[in-house]
Each structure stands twice: as structure tokens, then as C-alpha cells.
């Protein structure tokens, strides 16, 4: 039989799920697709199973392609996780599609073009890229790494992890907040990784998770017993890494950490209009309940709407209307006037460039943009992400990617 490896992940939700219908009433991919998540997983079974025991696979890749509401389904999920919450049995939407997205890989349904750029466990992504363009580099910050600055450190209190966007796009900020961070927190190294989101996305799992141990690695050769996040995501693929390999390191996000060893910000915010939105990554709200309570903005003065920005599961690679579709519905939250503060500096970029190409009334900061006093140009970003790619580095960004 033509094999998936997600079958057991399949037969497990199969086994959990009512189809009660919830799930696609509160998801718009679902409710495009006009499944619920039982079905996607009985429908993968089912299509294995027609394709017979002697079936190619190109084959059963040949069936799953020519049935557009699977392939809605599971390549259109952001993993906001919007229809887990709606789910009575709280069942694991990101353990099925992500089962599903591994064997959508393995068939060659996921197109090159979709991933080719954010292979974030090999040298060149295209925030290495980026940085390696214009000159952004960190090495002096990664204590627990040799380098030419010096010999590695084993004995650091914290583990700045800023991201990719962070890093990337806002190198002033990042080392500013790797300044206060030491500054607050005794001797702190930087861990220049992705988190392996992407690789996720795209269906390679175990590449994600062979990443994340690297990070283990690097993170227990540091002595680091914090690992401070600039995004709640990072924070969450860090606090599974951890927990994962029984390290005893402690996974927080920047203004939570900020708030316990009391902080003050570097602009005053108070009183200004700010909408704030509520990371899907941030499920238990940590990360925006500290950054309000750092900008001096409580509950009934403000307002937070909830959910992906659109850049979440890759969808834009498989439909950017829908990417599109989702920043648009996101912003139309906030009033005119009011500043739109994110939690994931990938939502902040997100919003950014979708302002670009459909301007509204509406300013969009990060949050560390108001504790702290530099920020990101992204006009400026925008044409150097451009000019990358017709300028001397064309030629090798084409052959790399």
C-alpha cells in the first residue's frame, strides 16, 4: 500500500474526533474547504487506501491533488489554532496538519518555490541572505559560540533568542534589547537561530525538530538558565525544546522578563490610542498581559483583537489572497488614528507590507518598538529586500533559492 507516514496521527483524531462541525464554523480555511478536521484526517486514510497496496506514489500524490477540499484544507491551515479553541475534546490541530503537511511534502505537493527560501537550518535562508547583503551580523553577541571576538563561554545567565524578523530587520533593536537584557539579567549570549517554524510549515518536520536541538545544545553550552524570546511562538518552541530534552531552562518572552526585574520603558505611551493584537502564538496571553502593563495601558483604556495576521502556516505561499485577506480583516480592527501593537515582530512585518500595497488610517508598531527606542524602517527594508534581487546579488540569490 502506498504509505503516508501521518497515518497513525489519522487514526488517533479519528478515534478523538465527533465531527461535530465546530472546528469549521470558527476557521475560514475549514469552512473554504467545507470539512472539519476529522474529515481532512479520515479523508487521507481513505485515499491511501484506494490507491492500493502495489499503488506508486506518485499515484495516491495524483489522487490527494485532484481533491481540492483536502488540499484546501491542509495547506490553507495558519495554524492560529482558532479551531482547536472552538473544539469541545481540545484536539491537536497542529499535530494533524502538521502529520499532513509532512506527507503533502513526501509527495512533492508542496511546490519548491513555496519553501525554497526559508530552509532555516541551512546556511542561506532569506534573512541570512538579507543580513549577509547589508552587512548585519551578531558574532560579537554569541558568547557561547568561538568566534573571532573569543573563545566560547560557558558560563551565561541569559539566552537572547530574537528571531528571524528581529534580527534581520531590526538589528539596532535587537542589540539594544541585548544590551538591557545584560544589563538586568547578568552575562547574556545571543542564540541566532530560527525557531524552525517554517520548516514546519513546509513538511519538514523532523529538520524542525533536529533544529530546535541544535539550539538545545547550544543553549546547555552557554550554562543560559533563561531563554528570553522576542516572539511568544519562539518562546513556545523553546519551552517544548526544553521540556523535550529535560533541560531546566526557564522560557519567557521579552516584556514578561521585563516586568519582573521592573523595567522601565524608554518612551512614555501612555494615553496613546493602541489596539493591541493578540498573537496566536501568545494562547495564554503572557506576553501582551506584560506589555501592557509595561505601556501603562490597561484593559478598559484599550482594545485587542485576536488571530493570525495571514503570515501564519505559509497560506500565502499557497494562496496570497487569503494571506491577504487575513491581514486586511485583522487591521480593520483597530480604528482610524489608533496605533496597532504586535507581539510577533513576523505580524508586525506582516501588517507593515500589507499597509504598503493597501494604506488604512492605522500606525503599526512592535511592542519592543515602544519600550524601547529604535525600531524598524520598513520602507527601507522593503526596497533592500528588493533591490537584493536585481542588483550584483541576483544572479546568486536565483541559484540559492
Known amino acids: 500500500m502506498a504509505e503516508l507516514t501521518g497515518s497513525n496521527v489519522y487514526l488517533k483524531f479519528m478515534g478523538q474526533c465527533t465531527e461535530c462541525g465546530h472546528c469549521r464554523e470558527a476557521c475560514s480555511s475549514l469552512s473554504c474547504a467545507g470539512m472539519n478536521l476529522g474529515q481532512i484526517a479520515k479523508r487521507m486514510l481513505e485515499l491511501q487506501r484506494q490507491a492500493g497496496e502495489d499503488a506508486d506514489p506518485a499515484a495516491l500524490a495524483a489522487a490527494i491533488s485532484h481533491d481540492p477540499s483536502l488540499v484546501q484544507a ?3 491551515c495558519f495554524f492560529c489554532t482558532s479551531c482547536q479553541q472552538a473544539c469541545f475534546a481540545h484536539n491537536d490541530v497542529a499535530e494533524l496538519i502538521y502529520a499532513a503537511r509532512v506527507d503533502f511534502q513526501n509527495l512533492g505537493l508542496i511546490p519548491r ?15 541570512t541572505a538579507y543580513r549577509a547583503i ?21 558560563d551565561c545567565e541569559i539566552a537572547f533568542f530574537p528571531g528571524c524578523s528581529l534580527a534581520a530587520y531590526g538589528p539596532e533593536l535587537t542589540r539594544e534589547v541585548f544590551a538591557t537584557l545584560e544589563e538586568l539579567g547578568g552575562k547574556t549570549t545571543m542564540i541566532d537561530h530560527c525557531c524552525g517554524s517554517p520548516l514546519k510549515s513546509a513538511g519538514f518536520y523532523d529538520r524542525a525538530e533536529a533544529l530546535c536541538k541544535r539550539i538545545a545544545d547550544e543553549i546547555a553550552a552557554s550554562g543560559a538558565k533563561t531563554i528570553v524570546c522576542a516572539c511568544p511562538g519562539c518562546k513556545n518552541a523553546m519551552k517544548a525544546t526544553m521540556e523535550r530534552y529535560g533541560m531546566d531552562v526557564r522560557a519567557t518572552t521579552v516584556s514578561e522578563y521585563l516586568l519582573e526585574k521592573g523595567f522601565t520603558p524608554k518612551r512614555d505611551c501612555t494615553g496613546l490610542p493602541m489596539c493591541f493584537a493578540k498573537s496566536c502564538q501568545d494562547r495564554d496571553g503572557s506576553c501582551l498581559d506584560a506589555t501592557r502593563t509595561l505601556l501603562n495601558a490597561p484593559e478598559d483604556q484599550t ?11 505559509a497560506v500565502s505561499a499557497f494562496n496570497y489572497l487569503r494571506g491577504d485577506q487575513q491581514a486586511d480583516a485583522k487591521l480593520s480592527f483597530a480604528k482610524d488614528g489608533e496605533m496597532v501593537v504586535t507581539m510577533c515582530p ?3 512585518y506582516t501588517y507593515a507590507f500589507r499597509q504598503m500595497s493597501a494604506p488604512r488610517a492605522v500606525s503599526n508598531y512592535n511592542y519592543l518598538e515602544l519600550l524601547f527606542l529604535n525600531g524598524f524602517d520598513w520602507n527601507t527594508v522593503a526596497s533592500q529586500l528588493n533591490s537584493m534581487w536585481t542588483g550584483q546579488y541576483g544572479p546568486w540569490l536565483a541559484s540559492i533559492f
Request: with cysteine.
Open 134 to 154: 547589508w552587512g548585519i551580523g551578531y558574532l560579537d553577541l554569541t558568547k557561547h559560540l568561538d568566534t573571532d571576538y573569543g573563545a566560547a563561554e560557558s
Open 303 to 313: 482594545s485587542v483583537f485576536h488571530g493570525c495576521c495571514g503570515a501564519g502556516g
Open 346 to 348: 513576523t505580524c508586525t
Open 74 to 76: 491542509v495547506r490553507g
Open 113 to 127: 518555490d513555496a519553501w525554497s527560501s526559508v530552509l532555516v537550518d541551512q546556511e542561506w535562508d532569506i534573512f
